[in-house]
Nanobody
Framework: QVQLVESGGGLVQAGGSLRLSCAAS????????MGWFRQAPGKEREFVAQINWGGYNTYYADSVKGRFTISRDNAKNTVYLQMNSLKPEDTAIYSC????????????WGQGTQVTVSS
């Protein structure tokens, strides 16, 4: 079992920055790929970014590429999402998720943290 707890959300003006954190507990953190997802009101959850277990492969949704950066610190069991040049359309609940190495499905999810970008 893996427990994930997000933090760092809040209210920011357009063009501003936030850094989200996701702290993991339970089984060996470095055995898991990590991802960030978001869900805006009235919309389906969408993929934002992912990072592999070793931190050397990352992948981003086109909508955030060049503005967001995912990273991880395996010594701290934490994954981060640095969000720059935020736009009102980035407003959503952001959740982190984990996926065991070699598998395709994210199986453990955090509760999420609210990010609101005002215009």
């Amino acid at each position: 079992q893996v427990q994930l707890v997000e933090s760092g959300g809040g209210l920011v003006q357009a063009g501003g920055s936030l850094r989200l954190s996701c702290a993991a507990s339970g089984r060996t953190f470095s055995s898991y790929d990590m991802g960030w997802f978001r869900q805006a009101p009235g919309k389906e959850r969408e993929f934002v970014a992912q990072i592999n277990w070793g931190g050397y492969n990352t992948y981003y949704a086109d909508s955030v590429k060049g503005r967001f950066t995912i990273s991880r610190d395996n010594a701290k069991n934490t994954v981060y999402l640095q969000m720059n040049s935020l736009k009102p359309e980035d407003t959503a609940i952001y959740s982190c998720a984990s996926r065991l190495r070699g598998t395709t499905q994210f199986t453990y999810w955090g509760q999420g943290t609210q990010v609101t970008v005002s215009s």
